[in-house]
């Protein structure tokens, strides 16, 4: 079934100038960049982005590592887009992320509080709904 995820290439991922190689591995996969934009995120969208981590201890790391340069922010399409993204971008932590993936092929741990780990990718589609109308809006 065709499907929209929100996919964002965290700051970590602009900064080292790994934007185009992520692009290119979810347009090498057979995805589709419907839209796309580098944004300044604002703690207001980083809020609504979050707000299921809002109170655990990494929620404030996140939003200050969020905010500390520009993201590009996607919307991709395909079939089964927000499984095979996250597929395609692998583990949370970098460190143990499989080889192959974009975590585990580009990222590793820089001693932070929090996990830069180059990607989001939106986890159901009521979550990809509801992420591309806080970044699309
Ligand atoms: P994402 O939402 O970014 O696609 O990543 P995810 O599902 O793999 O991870 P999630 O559990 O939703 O956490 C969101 C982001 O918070 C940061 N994080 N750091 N203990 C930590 O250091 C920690 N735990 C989570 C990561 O940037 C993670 O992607
Ligand atoms: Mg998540």
Known sequence: MTQRTLVLVKPDGVQRGLTGQILAR????????AQLELVTATREILERHYEEH???PFFEPLVE???SGPVVA??????RVIEGF????GATEPTTAAPGTIRGDLGRDWGEK???????????PESAEREIGIWFS
């Open 26 to 33: 979810i347009e090498a996969k057979g995805y589709t960049l």
């Open 86 to 89: 996250r597929s395609l971008a």
């Open 54 to 56: 809002q109170g655990k």
């Open 65 to 67: 590592f969020m905010l």
């Open 74 to 79: 996607a919307v991709v399409e395909g079939d």
């Open 114 to 124: 929090v996990q830069k780990n180059l990607v989001h990718g939106s986890d159901s």
